[in-house]
């Protein structure tokens, strides 16, 4: 079953136009499959946000932050043993 390590996981402050990086360590195997959302809205991949992921480390980078950005982010980590979830780190834009 995937685990997240949620021992440093954190609220990130960031200024508009800075980039904002969450990172959610964890143990896991079979790698899983990773999702990550904002208030309950899966976050996709495009121009601005791209996620990444190791055998330890899952990443989302939200590039040119803006107020839209900010909430309360969520990760969750399924593979065939089970799964994790993490409601965590806002990311919030401050004032520019």
């Not at 508009?16 to 969450?22: C, D, E």
């Not at 980590?77 to 089970?82: A, F």
Request: hydrophobic share 30%.
């Amino acid at each position: 079953k995937p685990r997240i390590n949620k021992v440093n996981l954190k609220s990130v402050t960031v200024k508009a136009g800075q980039t904002i990086t969450l990172e959610a360590p964890y143990a896991a195997e079979p790698l899983p499959t990773m999702t990550w959302q904002r208030e309950s809205t899966e976050v996709k991949s495009d121009d601005r946000s791209q996620m990444t992921q190791t055998d330890k480390l899952a990443k989302l980078i939200i590039t040119k932050a803006v107020r839209a950005d900010t909430g309360r982010y969520t990760i969750r980590l399924v593979n065939d043993s089970g799964s994790d979830t993490f409601i965590g780190p806002s990311g919030l834009p401050g004032r520019s």
